[in-house]
């Protein structure tokens, strides 16, 4: 029960988050992130050097994290457990 009322409380500041984005951002995050894809596959279905794809990635994530941090009704973790958790979702090796 904890987890889906967490989870229902990130719903909304991550939509914000999310619509603040470019959409070149944008595409690059969500292709990453929920579409699994590799740097070098959003590089090729994108049409797009490698380097702009890590280059966008690093401009997505560090606006998310921006937002998020900003909005007071994200969540009760700290500042340590909220970028733990974030990376742990967002970041690839």
């Known amino acids: 029960m904890a987890a889906a009322a967490s989870a229902q409380a990130w719903r909304g500041p991550l939509a914000t ?11 690059v995050l969500l292709l990453v992130a929920w579409g699994d894809l590799s740097y070098e596959e959003v590089a090729r279905v994108l049409q797009i ?4 794809v890590r280059s966008r990635l690093n401009r997505a994530r560090r606006r998310m994290r921006d937002v998020l ?5 994200r969540s009760t973790l700290t500042g340590t457990e909220l970028e733990e958790r974030w990376w742990k979702r967002w970041s690839r090796a």
Request: proline share 10%; net charge neutral; no cysteine.
């Open 17 to 27: 988050a999310l619509a603040r984005l470019g959409r070149k951002e944008r595409d």
């Open 49 to 52: 050097p490698i380097g702009t």
């Open 69 to 73: 941090e900003s909005d007071p009704a």
